[in-house]
């Protein structure tokens, strides 16, 4: 069995949980958790694709290792252009919150047949979470990990309409929910904005936002 991180490990598991008939895997990159699933799941069909040659030619590598090149189909593509009608599960992880947006607001007449996105940006889960509820899916889990020093924020989102507060958007309406998994996430989040406002001068925009943030995540530590 492949060894892979707990980051991909959990966004594997959230893809594995549902029935699920077609995966693409976004920004494959080396391709390692598409293996993963399918050594987890030998029935879906997986579309591990990547805009850039070097990451796919480094995917090729590993799915052969695995014997598994007639099983994971490759794509040199950007976002979802032209994905087939049987995908029902969009991966998309380890990019930034601005590409993320851009390539499913972008591409959004190809998620036509798309029940789950599992979305994990390195970047403003905020926005992540704003902009793709605009598109027709609700929040259905979330999960954060701590891995080699950083945390990383997990969002499956399914088809549905549902309305969010302010502050559901930013401190996420199902990770709250468990502060024994989110605790030291938002203490770290509290603690690294508390230190960065210090160095704002008054009367700044950013001071303003940056002090409801910490607010609300005051409020959420202090639930534990
Ligand atoms: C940092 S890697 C993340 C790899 C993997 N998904 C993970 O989470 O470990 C980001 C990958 O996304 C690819 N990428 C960036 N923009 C893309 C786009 N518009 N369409 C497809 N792939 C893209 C990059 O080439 C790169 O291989």
Same mark, same amino acid.
């Given at each position: 069995m492949i060894k892979i991180s707990n980051r991909l490990t959990t966004i594997a598991n959230l893809v594995l949980k549902e029935k699920t008939n077609g995966v693409i895997d976004v920004g494959c990159d080396h391709a390692l958790l598409d293996i993963y699933l399918l050594q987890n799941n030998n029935n879906i069909k997986i579309i591990a694709s990547d805009i850039n040659k070097l990451p796919l030619e480094s995917a090729k590598k590993n799915i052969e290792k695995y014997s598994f090149l007639n099983k994971i189909v490759l794509k040199e593509k950007d *976002?979802?252009? *032209? $994905?087939?009608? #049987? $995908? #029902?599960t969009v991966v998309i992880s380890g990019m930034g919150e601005e590409t993320i947006t851009k390539i499913l607001k972008r591409d /959004?007449?190809?998620? /036509?047949?798309?029940?789950?996105l599992i979305i994990s940006s390195n970047t403003n889960n905020y926005k992540v979470r704003r902009d793709i509820i605009e598109l027709g899916y609700l929040i259905k889990d979330e999960k954060v990990v701590f891995e080699e020093g950083k945390y990383y924020v997990i969002i499956e989102f399914t088809k549905g309409f549902k309305k969010y507060t302010n502050k559901e958007l930013y401190i996420g309406p199902i990770l709250k929910n468990d502060l024994n998994l989110s605790y030291n996430y938002y203490k770290y989040l509290f603690d690294k904005k508390s230190e960065i406002i210090k160095k704002i001068p008054d009367g700044n925009k950013e001071k303003e936002k940056l002090k409801k943030e910490i607010k609300l995540l005051e409020e959420t530590l202090l639930l534990k």
């Open positions: *976002g979802l252009l *032209g $994905i087939e009608n #049987d $995908i #029902d /959004k007449s190809y998620l /036509k047949n798309v029940n789950r």
